[in-house]
């Protein structure tokens, strides 16, 4: 299993950033995909998920109606559109899907909002 993310970078407060997490070695239509953030001092946060069946969305409050996840399973990918980001976005985002007992994790990318 492999999971690759990019798209982090810098940007500013009311900016917009798309991540992109391409996955491998695995059936990715059947599991559910997830996106975690971890701020500085902070412990990993839940950002999101895609179900894999059915493909239904879920989001934590704190992202709810900037966040937008959208997965292609012929592709292989899911991804995660930011808007009206904020300063307190500011995080390593990571692409995160458990298979059976076995968490996967990517290894990041740094998402930082500041003007």
């Known amino acids: 299993v492999q999971l690759v993310e990019s798209g982090g970078g810098l940007v500013q407060p009311g900016g917009s950033l798309r991540l992109s997490c391409a996955a491998s070695g695995f059936s990715f239509s059947r599991y559910d995909m997830s996106w975690y953030r971890q701020a500085p001092g902070k412990e990993r946060e839940w950002v999101g998920k895609?179900?894999?069946?059915?493909?239904?969305?879920y989001y934590a409050d704190s992202v709810k109606g900037r966040f937008t996840i959208s997965r292609d399973n012929a592709q292989n990918t899911v991804d995660l559109q930011m808007n009206s980001l904020k300063p307190e976005d500011t995080a390593v985002y990571y692409c995160y899907t458990k298979i059976w007992l076995y968490e996967h994790w990517g290894q990041g990318t740094q998402v930082t909002v500041s003007s």
């Open positions: 895609s179900a894999g069946a059915g493909g239904v969305k």
